[in-house]
């Protein structure tokens, strides 16, 4: 009996803080860029600086180009979690751009620090969850987006440290 009301406490728990966590997820693209750009901002400005003009090309190349060149629409049974949702549901979902962003952000973020990997994952487990069940997208637009996301951060980051060797070489060679 006690495991009953147990249960039906944290089942009570667990409906009161169930928008939360979707929430979370829904707006994890935006939590990771403001974290990436904090952590880049305490690098240095440049690193931030590449991050905005990355994270802007990325959101781009994805609603721009990729949305509209690769036909693979929504799950029919999406739903919305904010009413404003309801337009972008009739829109492609190939790749998923809550994926690819916040990807690219908490990838990037932890690139330069090495710090906060399982906060990271956590929060990018939450946003693709949160697409997931709302079936705002499919496994495979999910998994495009995510790819497309992790290797933007991969690359962004070798450039900026190829940019950074070449401006030390030239440091030194001005000594």
Known sequence: MKKFV????LMELYEHFEDFFWAIGYFGWQESAVYALYVSYLISWFDMLVFIVVFLMSGWL???LLKNYIYDPRPKESKAFL????IK???NGMPSGHAQLTAFSLVYAYLLTGRRFYE???LFGLTIFQRY???NHTLAQLVAGSVLGIVTAYATIYFLKFVKKRKIRKENKQK
């Open 6 to 9: 147990f249960g039906s406490r």
């Open 83 to 86: 009413a404003t949702e309801h």
């Open 120 to 122: 990271s994952l956590a």
């Open 133 to 135: 069940i709302y079936k």
């Open 62 to 64: 994805n609603h721009t």
């Open 89 to 91: 549901l009739h829109t």
